[in-house]
């Protein structure tokens, strides 16, 4: 497969995750999972942007551009999962779905890298695959953490059930 097809296929899996999160977090309750989940909207779409130039750069000049590839938000998303903490089944069913998908995308990455011609383009490859690497781990921390405070809440609200069953009127 041809460098040029190769940013295709990126960019098609950048807009269909952009298209998740963006999806994700107008369901999810939580307002900082809200927040969280599209801040990974605006770094995909942020990576479709990128690709789409190296496309056009690679169509004009012959090889990829990475001056415009800048640094990644990665800290305001890390910020903004750490404040995320309130557990919600339908949020966690969320979170656990991005999980999975950042897991191939780190597989999608490493793949594209093998298979480009170019050195600009692998080197881009291997940004990608590190910004969705940190994604990954941002997902897998805040999954971790909605879990245990899932399991505090629910044992907090079964002793509370429990409590009032021992002093209900019969």
């Known amino acids: 497969m041809g460098d040029l097809a190769l940013l295709k296929k990126a960019e098609v899996l950048e807009a269909d995750r952009a298209n998740f999160y963006k999806h994700s977090a107008s369901k999810v309750l939580d307002p900082q999972g809200k927040a969280v989940l599209l801040s990974l909207s605006v770094a995909e779409r942020r990576h479709l942007r990128i690709l789409n130039s190296q496309r056009i750069s690679l169509k004009t000049s012959g090889e990829a551009d990475l001056g415009i590839v800048g640094k990644p938000a ?3 998303l890390k910020k903004s999962f750490e404040k995320s903490l309130r557990a919600n089944q339908s949020d966690i069913t ?3 779905k991005a999980v999975k998908l950042e897991r191939v995308d780190v597989s999608f990455y490493e793949g594209l890298y093998k298979q480009a011609n ?14 969705e690497k940190k994604h990954f781990g941002l997902l897998m921390q805040s999954l971790k953490d909605l879990k245990k405070q899932g399991v505090a809440e629910s044992t907090a609200s079964n002793s509370r059930m429990m409590f009032f069953s021992l002093f209900k009127r019969k």
């Open 94 to 96: 969320l979170l656990e």
């Open 74 to 76: 990665y800290e305001g």
């Open 118 to 131: 170019s050195k600009g383009l692998r080197k881009l490859f291997k940004i990608l695959e590190a910004e």
